[in-house]
């Protein structure tokens, strides 16, 4: 493992644990307050689960078995998408299907993805071998 494969995984694992604490703490904190003064957050506390949650699930795969920005693609709408699916499968668990959680879901996917070519760069090397 390279020293460039060791740095990718700690980010992506800090990235990943920051959402972690991000969602706890948006779930325990900042939706009891929205709800019981009567705020409208735009659906933000409704759905900190399916957002953040999706981020955080994406960083810790990304840590886990990311490697190049092939795989990372593939991961992170691979994630997307099953969490979607989940989503789409809560009837199955008595539960209703929200679409705001579905919209949520599909945005931080995308904004996953950004973070992850933002915090990421290609190499030299690869732009040079795309040439």
């Known amino acids: 493992m390279t020293r460039t494969d060791v740095r990718?995984?700690?980010?992506?694992?800090?990235v990943g644990l920051f959402g972690l604490v991000l969602?706890?703490?948006?779930?325990?904190?900042?939706r009891p307050i929205v709800y019981s003064r009567?705020?409208?957050?735009?659906?933000v506390a409704d759905t900190l689960g399916n957002s953040v949650g999706t981020m955080t699930l994406v960083?810790?795969?990304?840590a886990a078995f990311g490697g190049d920005r092939n795989a990372d693609d593939r991961i992170i709408v691979s994630a997307t998408v099953g969490t979607v699916v989940y989503e789409?499968?809560?009837p199955l668990l008595g539960?209703?299907?929200?679409?705001?959680d579905i919209g949520a879901t599909v945005v931080a996917g995308g904004l996953s993805w950004l973070l992850a070519r933002t915090l990421h760069p290609p190499d030299r090397d690869d732009i040079v071998m795309q040439s």
């Open 38 to 43: 009567g705020i409208f957050d735009f659906h």
């Open 59 to 62: 960083f810790f795969l990304l």
């Open 23 to 30: 969602t706890e703490v948006g779930r325990h904190v900042y």
């Open 88 to 90: 789409l499968g809560s």
């Open 95 to 100: 539960k209703t299907i929200d679409p705001w």
């Open 8 to 14: 990718r995984r700690v980010i992506n694992s800090l």
